[in-house]
């Protein structure tokens, strides 16, 4: 039992850390935000990498070495290989490292699943301490009164001052509210705190990816083997909270906020969505015109967006587009792993019993890689968790 435990702890550490590292970086202040040095967040998840890959070559039997793990292995073996002549190696050695310790947490995960060690019970329960972390984060955010970076004056934006952190460990834990029966007490509760959580930070990204998932898991409750009387009671609570959600956003002009947000990111009424259609349009000029192959086909290195949008705004900021990123840091060669990446997952959905966990997490990775970048983050494990699991228990067996 012991042993189990301590499996498992290690697990639960990995799974989240991204969403606990905020306020370990805020207290200690101990970040890394421009390479110079190692943060503590890259010391904690290379050891709990360098674990976990321990455990699972110790356990090899039971490693599940799917298309996702291949391909993303490539990808990291390709980012470390470029990193000798891109001109800021280290960068990409830390995103490599960041990837290979979500790699890791499939792989671990999955080992202790196909073990018996862990199952459904700890996939559903693992959303609890990255609510809990939300939750502690906005308290004392509110608290200490630290306003949104944005200036939004009805967003709360937890103790850093950043709500896209929240925004996305709450999008994360979506998928998990599909295993098992998602039309509980328990989970209906979650879906409607979950996404009012992500309405609180105000973040557009995650707003689409948590209303595109909550279609989805309607659409499913419709489907799903229930009673007509669990059916009513579920519809009943859903149509009781919109309307208070709804008397609450017309008195504090909640609303008025959300079609400001949507109409900045409106071109065509002259929104530039924070920025992001003047730095996808710095990119694609950079890249039309770096006028060298190897670039083209190999990229710059990571953060190479950053300078493009540093020289021609005056801006050190990313692409907020994975796509555009990639194709700007690593190449072609770049996007065929992530179209490769996006092939193995449209797999996984036509091989699994539970679709409507692999479609939930299909669409908040296409969503936060084309309005935000950075899906390939320590704050997206329990995506990996959720990936894991339907590879591992929910997977149709030929």
């Known amino acids: 039992m012991l042993k189990k435990l301590k499996y498992t ?40 990498t360098i674990l976990m890959l321990l455990y699972t070559l110790i356990y090899r039997k039971y490693l599940v070495v799917d298309s996702i793990v291949k391909t993303l292995i490539y990808f990291v073996f390709f980012i470390f ?17 960041r990837l290979l310790f979500l790699i890791s947490i499939y792989l671990y995960s999955s ?60 999008a994360s834990i979506l998928p998990i509210l599909f295993i098992s029966n998602p039309y509980s007490l328990y989970k209906v509760l979650m879906m409607f705190f979950i996404l009012g959580g992500i309405f609180i930070t105000f973040r557009r990204t995650a707003i689409i990816a948590g209303l595109s998932v909550y279609i989805i898991w309607l659409v499913y409750s419709v489907k799903y083997n229930i009673d007509w009387i669990k059916k009513f009671v579920i519809f009943l609570m ?36 924070s920025g992001r259609s003047l730095f ?25 967006s950053r300078l493009v949008t540093m020289k021609e705004l005056g801006t050190y900021t990313m692409a907020h587009n994975d796509f555009i990123e990639i194709l700007v840091d690593f190449g072609l060669v770049g996007i065929i792993f992530l179209i ?28 936060f890689q084309m309005f935000a970048g950075g899906y390939f983050d320590p704050t997206f494990a329990a995506l990996f968790l959720s990936m894991a699991y339907i590879r591992t228990k929910g997977e149709k067996r030929v």
């Not at 990995?14 to 390479?35: A, F, K, M, N």
């Not at 909270?241 to 409106?266: C, M, N, P, T």
């Open 111 to 170: 080992n202790l699943m196909l073990r018996n060690i862990i199952g459904e019970d700890f996939v559903i329960s693992s959303s609890f301490p990255i609510i809990i972390t939300v939750i502690v984060s906005l308290i004392f955010g509110y608290i200490l009164e630290v306003p949104s970076y944005e200036g939004i004056d009805i967003a709360s934006s937890g103790i850093t001052g950043q709500p896209a952190g929240l925004s996305t460990n709450l």
């Open 9 to 48: 702890y290690l697990l639960i550490i990995s799974i989240h850390l991204g969403p606990l590292i905020d306020i370990i970086t805020y207290i200690t202040e101990s970040g890394s935000e421009d390479y110079e040095r190692i943060g503590l967040s890259q010391i904690i998840r290379g050891t709990l």
């Open 238 to 273: 859903m149509a009781f909270a919109f309307v208070f959600l709804y008397e609450i956003g017309i008195k504090y002009g909640f609303f008025d906020y959300v079609s400001e947000r949507f109409d900045e990111a409106d071109v065509s009424k002259g929104g530039t969505g």
């Open 280 to 304: 996808w349009e710095a990119a694609y000029k950079h890249i039309l015109n770096r006028g060298y192959w190897v670039y083209d086909l190999f990229g710059e290195g990571y953060e190479a």
């Open 81 to 97: 290989i470029t990193s000798l002549f891109h001109d800021s190696p280290y960068k990409n050695i830390v995103f490599g490292m």
């Open 340 to 367: 490769f990446y996006y092939r193995s997952l449209i797999k996984l959905l036509f091989n699994s019993h539970n679709k409507a966990v692999v479609l939930s997490i299909i669409i908040i990775t296409f969503v």
